[in-house]
């Protein structure tokens, strides 16, 4: 929306940072550390921010050498265009990230050992990018906290609005410049005012069902990440004039259960080696195999006759077996044998292959089920989709069974165009005063993504961002500011700035653990008479509800009954038992140091 007089600003901040996950919690950490006085602000509310940091690994990309490492990246582009400056600042950053880590951690990045010959090993110089990690374990939000916490760090610099989207960013008609954002919080409507830069990194459009067909022409794909990212940054960047770019790029991993909900089970099912071994294929909309089931994913590209292409998307495909493998699955004794039996939990039954075509609507289903057997008894060859013939056994017996997926995504890459310096460009590539971008909303990969970077990029770019919105520019306007943030209640940081307002008497100690599920600490208060165990109290929580939820209360009484805190997690519930588990040893040593905490 652009600037008129009539507009009165609610507050004023010198930076403004348009979402709270890792590429946010890095531009307002870092901006705060310039002296900036910053609003950070994010439509999920509290304890579900993040974006797709929450979800992520958290590993990142690292090399040692610039020209192999700059060569590779070219190699991903291909036939793309790239922008030399923003590659080599890329390149040159990853090149730094094990003293970043050092630097701005106080960690030594430990090498992961994934894909010691890159994600895509035929490439030149492929074994140059290595992937390394800040926290122990991977997809346990580690590094998410990690970078959460940095920001908590500094909330007398950083306030926090959760559940506060933007509306709009408000733009001076003559300059172009992005003068602040409207924002909803609360209920309400309020205009914030930036002295120095907004930052955007609000994340992609995957949960955008229009974008997704439009800019990517897929119909049917399900979000495993974040449900909040629903592409505002695209309707923001297009609002002040802003060039895209990269809008058709995205990733993912292959195939989730189809149940038909916003975000559905088993994102990582395609690399299942014991899965797809023997009478089982996936079949497309007509029935027919259209993939190469053992192939390991990469992010969603597929071999396609010397290129790697994002696999066409079918809109009810399914995973086909016979009774035979059936009950191999269900005697699967992998590592994800928990997972596989609950994955075929799921299945359609049918005693004959005709039944079940007709039951899934696969019209060629019998065909391809003949065809598959051709090949594995007569051709011992998988001359379509040359799958490894170790890993395929003809068709027996039935019943038959086959269980509904769908093509899943990861993140999108597209956003408006932004340069080296992370400055949002216009229609003819000139800076957009103070608007600024980081993380996957328009980061730099053109085509194919390559594992690790996202996580690279939201460092790098969270930094650059931040930095440079914090840089004092020449005074453009007076902002006349009716309320400022620090005279009213309800625009103070939304986020916790203390922990030590929870309470123990004697014989009471209290337990705290960030290392739930949720990003919000779980607290607990524990009495004793003597050395027994007399009371368990649940001061604070936001685990998932149907889950640890409902997992503290049965560990409550396990530990009641036991007369210890360490008793078996509760199945499906596991990262939240530990915590559980975590808080209660900490507040029955709390009572042993000194009897009581306040």
């Known amino acids: 929306m652009l600037y008129d007089s009539t507009l009165k600003w609610d507050a004023i901040y010198d930076v403004v940072v348009i979402g709270f996950g890792g590429a946010g919690a890095g531009a307002a950490r870092f901006a705060a550390d310039k002296n900036a006085k910053v609003l950070l602000i994010d439509a999920a509310p509290e304890g579900q921010e993040g974006g797709n940091t ?44 094990k003293e970043y880590s050092q630097k701005y951690f106080g960690i030594t990045a430990q090498y992961t050992g994934r894909r010691p010959k890159g994600e895509y090993p035929e490439y030149q110089h492929a ?24 920001v908590y760090e500094r909330l007398d610099k950083i306030d926090i609005w959760f559940s506060s989207p933007a509306e709009h960013l408000i733009q001076d008609p003559e300059s172009k410049t992005v003068l602040g954002v409207q924002i909803k919080h609360q209920g309400q409507i309020r205009n914030v005012a930036a002295r120095n830069g907004i930052v955007m990194s609000c994340g ?40 895209l770019w990269h809008m058709a790029n995205y990733d993912s991993h292959g195939f989730s259960l189809n149940e038909g909900k916003s975000r559905e089970k088993f994102a990582y099912m395609i690399n299942w080696s014991s899965l797809f071994n023997g009478s089982i294929f996936v079949a497309g909309d007509d029935g027919t195999r259209y993939y190469r089931e053992d192939e390991e994913d990469r992010h969603g590209y597929k071999y396609n ?24 699955l269900a005697h699967d004794q992998t590592d994800k044998s928990e997972q596989i039996k609950e994955l075929i939990s799921y299945a359609i039954k049918a005693d004959s292959l005709p039944e079940l075509a007709a039951k899934i609507a696969a019209p060629k289903l019998v065909q391809a089920v003949e065809d598959f057997n051709y090949l594995t008894d007569v051709k011992k060859r998988d001359l379509i989709l040359n799958r490894e013939l170790k890993t395929m056994r003809s068709f027996a017996a039935g019943p038959y069974y ?97 922990l030590t307002d929870f309470v123990a008497g004697a014989n009471q100690g209290i337990g705290i653990s960030e290392n739930g599920i949720n990003d919000v600490p779980i607290v607990v208060r524990v009495t004793v008479t003597g050395s027994k165990i007399v009371k368990i109290e ?29 008793v078996d997690a509760v199945s499906g519930a596991s990262t939240t038992s530990a915590a559980f588990m975590q808080a209660v040893q900490q507040a029955l040593a709390n009572i042993k140091k000194d009897g009581s905490k306040k």
Request: charge should be neutral; charged fraction near 20%; glycine fraction near 10%.
């Open 538 to 566: 649940t001061l604070q929580q936001k685990e998932t509800p149907n889950l640890g939820g409902k997992a503290m209360p049965i560990l409550t009484k396990r530990m009641l009954e036991e007369q210890s805190p360490e």
């Open 305 to 328: 006759h010397g290129n790697w292409i994002m696999q066409p998307n079918q809109n009810h495909p399914h995973i086909v077996m016979d009774q035979k493998q059936y009950n191999q």
């Open 204 to 243: 992609g459009f995957e949960n955008n069902p229009d974008m997704v067909q439009t800019f990517l022409g897929q119909g049917s794909l399900a979000p495993i990440g974040t449900l909040y990212n629903q592409g505002k940054g695209i309707d923001l960047a297009v609002e002040v004039g802003a060039r």
């Open 54 to 97: 929450r979800y992520a690994g958290g590993a990142f990309a690292w090399s040692d050498n610039f020209d192999d490492l700059r060569e590779y990246y070219k190699q991903t582009y291909y036939p793309f265009k790239y922008d030399p400056k923003a590659l080599d600042t890329f390149v040159d950053n990853v090149l730094q990230m």
């Open 127 to 150: 074994d140059t990018m290595r992937s390394q990690t800040m926290t122990k374990g991977m997809y346990n939000g580690g590094f998410w906290k990690l970078l959460r916490q940095k």
């Open 402 to 498: 086959a269980i509904p997926i769908r093509h899943n995504i990861l993140h999108t890459h597209g956003g408006g165009r932004r340069n080296e310096k992370c400055e949002v460009l216009d229609l003819e590539n000139n800076v957009i005063p103070h608007l600024y971008e980081a993380g996957e909303l328009g980061d730099i990969f053109a085509s194919k993504y390559v594992g690790a970077n996202s996580i690279a990029d939201l460092l790098i770019s969270g930094k650059i961002a931040g930095e440079n919105a914090a840089w004092s520019k020449r005074k453009v306007m007076d902002f006349d500011v009716i309320s400022g943030a620090s005279q009213k209640a309800e625009l103070k940081t939304d986020a916790h700035n203390s």
